[in-house]
């Protein structure tokens, strides 16, 4: 199995900006097959909706057009740790967001971390 724990979620000002991480621990081998790493985001009353994806081989992102030129995803495989920069952020941008790994037959997902955007 794999555990994920998200962090740096918060409250902040619109225009501010947030980090949030999640760090991925237990099986080796697990973590090894994983090929996409994703940030999702649920507002209240709202399903949960893509943010930004990363492959974890080669880099290639992914970005709904929401948050384009505003946040930037990445990852560092030596701490099996995937990263999204928020910036220019805005009330909108309020959610539980979550962090997601996938492989072929695997899917982990975090306990979610608050963001908050006041006006």
């Known amino acids: 199995q794999v555990q994920l724990v998200e962090s740096g979620g918060g409250l902040v000002q619109a225009g501010g900006s947030l980090r949030l991480s999640c760090a991925a621990s237990g099986s080796i081998f697990r973590i090894f097959r994983i090929n996409v790493m994703g940030w999702y985001r649920q507002a209240p009353g709202k399903q949960r909706d893509l943010v930004a994806t990363?492959?974890?081989?080669?880099?290639?992102?992914n970005y709904a057009d929401s948050v384009k030129g505003r946040f930037t995803i990445s990852r560092d495989n030596a701490k099996n740790t995937v990263y999204l920069q928020m910036n220019s952020l805005k009330p909108e941008d309020t959610a539980v967001y979550f962090c997601n790994w996938a492989g072929p037959t695997d899917d982990y997902w975090g306990q979610g971390t608050q963001v908050t955007v006041s006006a």
């Open positions: 990363i492959t974890r081989r080669d880099g290639t992102t």
